[in-house]
Protein backbone atom coordinates (compact mmCIF):
# COMPACT_ATOMS: atom_id res chain seq x y z
CA UNK A 1 0.00 0.00 0.00
CA UNK A 2 2.84 2.56 1.23
CA UNK A 3 4.93 1.73 -2.17
CA UNK A 4 1.51 2.15 -4.76
CA UNK A 5 1.21 5.69 -2.56
CA UNK A 6 4.65 6.01 -3.22
CA UNK A 7 4.27 5.97 -6.71
CA UNK A 8 1.55 7.90 -7.23
CA UNK A 9 3.35 10.24 -5.47
CA UNK A 10 6.06 10.44 -8.13
CA UNK A 11 3.78 10.36 -11.15
CA UNK A 12 2.19 13.22 -9.67
CA UNK A 13 5.65 15.05 -9.33
CA UNK A 14 6.30 14.46 -12.96
CA UNK A 15 3.06 15.91 -14.09
CA UNK A 16 4.24 19.45 -12.38
CA UNK A 17 7.48 19.10 -13.74
CA UNK A 18 6.55 18.54 -16.97
CA UNK A 19 4.25 21.69 -16.98
CA UNK A 20 7.57 23.48 -15.87
CA UNK A 21 9.04 26.49 -17.48
CA UNK A 22 11.77 25.90 -19.28
CA UNK A 23 15.08 28.05 -18.91
CA UNK A 24 18.08 28.80 -20.89
CA UNK A 25 21.42 29.32 -20.25
CA UNK A 26 21.46 32.65 -19.21
CA UNK A 27 18.38 32.18 -17.14
CA UNK A 28 15.37 33.00 -19.14
CA UNK A 29 12.36 31.55 -19.56
CA UNK A 30 11.28 29.97 -23.09
CA UNK A 31 8.36 31.45 -24.31
CA UNK A 32 5.82 28.92 -25.71
CA UNK A 33 6.24 29.93 -29.60
CA UNK A 34 9.38 28.82 -29.02
CA UNK A 35 8.83 25.35 -27.26
CA UNK A 36 8.31 23.43 -30.36
CA UNK A 37 11.77 23.61 -30.81
CA UNK A 38 12.41 21.35 -27.71
CA UNK A 39 9.19 19.09 -28.23
CA UNK A 40 10.90 16.07 -29.05
CA UNK A 41 10.76 12.81 -27.03
CA UNK A 42 13.37 12.00 -24.36
CA UNK A 43 16.86 11.26 -26.71
CA UNK A 44 15.46 10.73 -30.26
CA UNK A 45 18.33 12.47 -32.00
CA UNK A 46 16.39 12.12 -35.66
CA UNK A 47 14.09 14.79 -34.36
CA UNK A 48 16.40 16.62 -31.88
CA UNK A 49 18.45 16.81 -35.64
CA UNK A 50 15.63 18.04 -37.80
CA UNK A 51 13.94 20.51 -35.30
CA UNK A 52 17.71 22.24 -34.70
CA UNK A 53 17.53 22.37 -38.60
CA UNK A 54 14.12 23.94 -38.49
CA UNK A 55 15.22 26.40 -35.89
CA UNK A 56 18.25 27.53 -37.50
CA UNK A 57 16.26 27.98 -41.14
CA UNK A 58 13.37 29.34 -39.69
CA UNK A 59 12.28 33.12 -40.80
CA UNK A 60 12.12 34.25 -37.19
CA UNK A 61 16.05 33.16 -36.38
CA UNK A 62 17.29 34.94 -40.07
CA UNK A 63 15.28 38.31 -39.02
CA UNK A 64 16.91 37.93 -35.52
CA UNK A 65 20.38 36.93 -36.78
CA UNK A 66 20.87 39.41 -39.60
CA UNK A 67 17.93 42.03 -39.64
CA UNK A 68 18.50 45.96 -38.73
CA UNK A 69 18.70 45.62 -34.70
CA UNK A 70 16.74 49.02 -34.79
CA UNK A 71 13.56 47.61 -36.08
CA UNK A 72 13.33 44.01 -35.36
CA UNK A 73 10.24 44.74 -33.71
CA UNK A 74 8.78 45.79 -37.36
CA UNK A 75 10.44 43.16 -39.05
CA UNK A 76 9.36 40.04 -37.06
CA UNK A 77 5.49 41.94 -36.75
CA UNK A 78 5.82 41.75 -40.72
CA UNK A 79 6.39 38.33 -41.03
CA UNK A 80 3.98 37.18 -38.34
CA UNK A 81 6.52 35.91 -35.55
CA UNK A 82 4.63 35.87 -32.73
CA UNK A 83 7.04 37.53 -29.67
CA UNK A 84 4.92 36.33 -26.71
CA UNK A 85 5.11 39.79 -25.46
CA UNK A 86 8.79 39.97 -25.21
CA UNK A 87 10.51 42.94 -26.78
CA UNK A 88 12.59 41.78 -29.96
CA UNK A 89 16.13 42.16 -28.62
CA UNK A 90 15.09 40.08 -25.56
CA UNK A 91 12.86 37.45 -28.32
CA UNK A 92 16.08 37.25 -30.16
CA UNK A 93 18.16 36.56 -27.72
CA UNK A 94 16.04 33.29 -25.89
CA UNK A 95 15.34 32.41 -29.59
CA UNK A 96 18.89 32.00 -30.76
CA UNK A 97 19.65 30.12 -26.72
CA UNK A 98 16.94 27.62 -28.25
CA UNK A 99 18.15 26.74 -31.03
CA UNK A 100 21.59 26.00 -29.07
CA UNK A 101 20.02 23.73 -27.16
CA UNK A 102 18.03 21.64 -29.17
CA UNK A 103 20.26 18.51 -29.44
CA UNK A 104 21.12 18.74 -25.38
CA UNK A 105 17.21 19.33 -23.30
CA UNK A 106 15.39 16.63 -22.89
CA UNK A 107 11.64 17.05 -21.35
CA UNK A 108 10.92 15.41 -17.96
CA UNK A 109 10.26 11.80 -17.64
CA UNK A 110 6.94 10.72 -17.42
CA UNK A 111 5.09 7.51 -17.07
CA UNK A 112 4.08 7.77 -20.54
CA UNK A 113 7.81 7.44 -21.52
CA UNK A 114 7.93 3.60 -19.33
CA UNK A 115 4.08 2.14 -20.05
CA UNK A 116 3.48 3.52 -23.10
CA UNK A 117 5.75 1.17 -25.02
CA UNK A 118 3.80 1.45 -28.52
CA UNK A 119 5.00 4.83 -28.57
CA UNK A 120 8.28 3.15 -29.83
CA UNK A 121 6.98 0.81 -32.70
CA UNK A 122 5.08 3.70 -34.55
CA UNK A 123 7.61 3.53 -37.33
CA UNK A 124 7.04 1.80 -41.04
CA UNK A 125 9.22 -1.13 -40.82
CA UNK A 126 11.08 0.39 -43.58
CA UNK A 127 11.56 3.90 -42.38
CA UNK A 128 15.11 2.81 -40.73
CA UNK A 129 15.59 6.45 -39.92
CA UNK A 130 12.82 7.07 -38.05
CA UNK A 131 13.31 3.44 -35.98
CA UNK A 132 17.10 5.03 -35.13
CA UNK A 133 15.63 7.99 -33.57
CA UNK A 134 13.03 5.73 -31.26
CA UNK A 135 15.98 3.45 -31.05
CA UNK A 136 17.32 5.89 -29.02
CA UNK A 137 14.88 7.16 -27.49
CA UNK A 138 14.30 4.52 -25.88
CA UNK A 139 17.87 3.59 -24.46
CA UNK A 140 17.49 7.22 -22.83
CA UNK A 141 14.50 6.30 -21.23
CA UNK A 142 15.49 3.44 -19.92
CA UNK A 143 18.82 4.70 -18.44
CA UNK A 144 16.40 7.46 -16.59
CA UNK A 145 14.12 4.13 -15.60
CA UNK A 146 16.18 2.16 -13.75
CA UNK A 147 16.16 3.43 -9.81
CA UNK A 148 12.73 6.05 -10.63
CA UNK A 149 10.33 3.02 -11.64
CA UNK A 150 9.71 -0.47 -10.43
CA UNK A 151 12.49 -3.09 -12.06
CA UNK A 152 9.67 -5.06 -13.89
CA UNK A 153 8.99 -2.32 -15.83
CA UNK A 154 12.12 -1.18 -16.55
CA UNK A 155 12.53 -4.25 -17.99
CA UNK A 156 9.63 -4.95 -20.02
CA UNK A 157 11.03 -1.29 -21.35
CA UNK A 158 14.62 -2.66 -22.31
CA UNK A 159 12.99 -6.02 -24.13
CA UNK A 160 11.20 -3.40 -25.79
CA UNK A 161 14.67 -1.84 -26.96
CA UNK A 162 16.16 -4.67 -27.75
CA UNK A 163 13.83 -5.76 -30.42
CA UNK A 164 14.67 -2.18 -32.27
CA UNK A 165 18.50 -2.14 -31.28
CA UNK A 166 19.07 -5.57 -32.77
CA UNK A 167 17.62 -5.12 -36.37
CA UNK A 168 20.67 -4.70 -38.95
CA UNK A 169 19.26 -2.11 -40.34
CA UNK A 170 19.11 0.31 -37.65
CA UNK A 171 23.16 -0.35 -37.24
CA UNK A 172 23.93 0.78 -40.57
CA UNK A 173 21.73 4.01 -40.50
CA UNK A 174 23.60 5.28 -36.68
CA UNK A 175 26.90 4.87 -38.87
CA UNK A 176 25.43 7.21 -41.56
CA UNK A 177 23.94 9.35 -39.26
CA UNK A 178 27.07 9.88 -37.07
CA UNK A 179 29.72 10.05 -40.13
CA UNK A 180 26.89 12.44 -41.77
CA UNK A 181 27.28 14.51 -38.40
CA UNK A 182 31.44 14.42 -38.63
CA UNK A 183 31.32 16.20 -41.90
CA UNK A 184 28.90 18.60 -40.80
CA UNK A 185 31.37 19.64 -37.74
CA UNK A 186 34.56 19.14 -39.85
CA UNK A 187 33.11 21.77 -42.53
CA UNK A 188 32.06 23.96 -39.99
CA UNK A 189 36.10 23.61 -38.55
CA UNK A 190 37.25 24.53 -41.63
CA UNK A 191 35.34 27.26 -42.62
CA UNK A 192 36.04 29.25 -39.17
CA UNK A 193 39.88 27.98 -39.95
CA UNK A 194 39.79 29.90 -43.25
CA UNK A 195 38.58 32.94 -41.95
CA UNK A 196 41.15 32.99 -38.74
CA UNK A 197 43.37 32.47 -41.38
CA UNK A 198 42.84 35.39 -44.06
CA UNK A 199 42.42 38.05 -40.56
CA UNK A 200 45.77 36.85 -39.61
CA UNK A 201 47.33 37.42 -43.19
CA UNK A 202 45.56 40.71 -43.24
CA UNK A 203 46.90 42.04 -40.12
CA UNK A 204 50.72 40.54 -40.81
CA UNK A 205 50.70 42.07 -44.56
CA UNK A 206 49.76 45.34 -42.50
CA UNK A 207 52.24 45.60 -40.23
CA UNK A 208 54.93 44.83 -42.94
CA UNK A 209 53.71 47.66 -45.00
CA UNK A 210 53.74 49.93 -42.37
CA UNK A 211 57.67 48.65 -41.06
CA UNK A 212 58.48 49.18 -44.94
CA UNK A 213 57.23 53.01 -45.45
CA UNK A 214 58.89 53.39 -41.77
CA UNK A 215 62.32 52.07 -43.06
CA UNK A 216 61.76 54.08 -46.14
CA UNK A 217 61.24 57.17 -44.99
CA UNK A 218 64.60 56.40 -42.25
CA UNK A 219 66.51 56.16 -45.32
CA UNK A 220 65.20 59.26 -47.10
Given at each position: ?K ?20 IT ?6 P ?17 N ?5 C???E?Y ?40 V ?8 R ?17 I ?13 K ?6 P ?39 T ?30
Open positions: MFSKIISLAFGFATVVSGAAVSSGSEVESLMTYLSCPIGDVVCKGKEKSLNSSKICDSGNPLILDELLSKSGVNIDNLDAPEFCKIHKEVCSMTTYDQPLTDYVYDLDRYLTCDKTDTCQYGKVTSCRAVLLCWGNYTKDCQKLSNTCDKLTNLDEINSVKESFTTTTKKVSTKRIITTKKTVTKTAKVITKKTTKKTLKKSNEKN
